[in-house]
């Protein structure tokens, strides 16, 4: 069993930044992959980034490429997602996600954060 358990999130205003943090518990294997997906009202859970065990890769969705970053402490298995420049349409409530490979499909990921959300005012 994997538990996530998420923090950082909260309100900003337009153009500033916030760092989210994920620490993972459990079998290692079922965290060689981990991700940040986020979900705004109405709508469905996107994939946002993710990062393999020790980092050597990391993947973006094209609406943040540039202004946030990925990046994991493999000894205390946490993943970090620092968030720059951030608008008004990245709110949403940010759930970090685990699985055994790389993945952008949320339907693939058995292990999920209790989410936090991020507020950017304009």
């Known amino acids: 069993q994997v538990q996530l358990v998420e923090s950082g999130g909260g309100l900003v205003q337009a153009g500033g930044s916030l760092r989210l943090s994920c620490a993972a518990s459990?079998?290692?294997?079922?965290?060689?992959?981990m991700a940040w997906f986020r979900q705004a009202p109405g709508k469905e859970r996107d994939f946002v980034a993710g990062i393999s065990r020790f980092g050597r890769s990391t993947y973006y969705a094209d609406s943040v490429k540039g202004r946030f970053t990925i990046s994991r402490d493999s000894p205390k298995n946490t993943a970090y997602l620092q968030m720059n420049s951030l608008k008004p349409e990245d709110t949403a409530v940010y759930y970090c996600?685990?699985?055994?490979?790389?993945?952008?499909?949320?339907?693939?990921?058995?292990?999920w954060g209790q989410g936090t959300q991020v507020t950017v005012s304009s």
């Open positions: 459990g079998r290692t294997l079922d965290t060689n992959f």
């Open positions: 996600a685990a699985h055994r490979r790389m993945s952008t499909d949320r339907k693939d990921y058995d292990y």
